[in-house]
């Protein structure tokens, strides 16, 4: 079926370091990437996304990376605080309107 | 402004009832979608309203059924409810023109005994 993977279900860094959260996806045909942070409790909060006509966005202490060969999306946050520590999404949309796919999840856990 | 927000927030039935929940978008937004995120599963589509029409559907049997009104708040209802049906529901709204920017409200908890 359709399905958006993460390589990773689990991060565990150290508070100041750099993260970087990966995700594949399966459909060639989206043409646009959410990466969600989802906090115990709460609905998932929009963090960046990126179209298919950009290699990579820049948002504030987070990079998101698109490569369309093999179909990988990465998100990077750099200076991790313990206030990143949640579970991320990536999630695509396969130019069905309103239709986000969503991957598995990864849970990043920030050690201080 | 205000977010998308959902009531309830949690709600517990029994099987074999039906369950009615409610969405207010982001005052400006038309679109608005569903999801259920269950642990093993994950998030999952359930639908999309854009201007009172269903406009995407996911792979949910027809018990789920929802609904648009013309100031764009949404309802989802599931009926004969099954003890799977526990999750959380998620509902997601977008501005015209760019429905697959999506915003989340934080979610109503359905528990089925």
Redesign the interface.
């Known amino acids: 079926g359709e399905s958006v993977g993460l390589h990773l279900p689990t991060l565990s860094v150290q508070e100041g370091d750099n993260s970087i959260i990966n995700c594949a996806y399966s459909n060639s045909a989206s043409d646009y990437f959410i990466w969600y942070k989802q906090e115990s409790g709460k609905g998932p909060q929009f963090i960046i996304d990126i179209r298919s006509n950009m290699d990579k966005r820049q948002g504030q202490r987070v990079t998101v990376l698109l490569n369309k060969t093999v179909k990988h999306l990465s998100l990077q946050i750099a200076a991790t605080q313990p206030g990143d520590s949640a579970v991320y999404f990536c999630a695509e949309n396969p130019n069905q309107g309103g239709k986000l796919i969503f991957g598995q999840g990864t849970e990043l856990s920030v050690k201080p | 402004k205000a977010g998308?927000t959902q009531t309830p927030r949690y709600l517990i039935k029994t099987r074999g009832q039906q369950v009615t929940l409610s969405c207010s978008p982001i005052s400006g937004h038309r679109?608005?979608?569903w999801?259920q995120q269950t642990p093993g599963q994950?998030?999952?589509?359930l639908f999309?309203y854009?201007s009172e029409t269903q406009?995407?559907k996911?792979?949910f049997p027809g018990r789920f059924s929802g609904r648009q009104f013309s100031n764009s708040r949404s309802e989802m209802n599931v009926s004969t409810l099954e003890l799977g049906d526990s999750a959380l529901y998620?509902c997601?709204s977008?501005q015209q023109g760019a429905?697959?920017?999506?915003?989340?409200?934080?979610?109503t908890r359905l528990l089925v005994l």
């Open positions: 998308v679109s608005v979608s999801y994950g998030l999952q589509f999309e854009f406009r995407n996911g792979n998620l997601a977008a429905r697959e920017t999506q915003y989340f409200g934080p979610g």
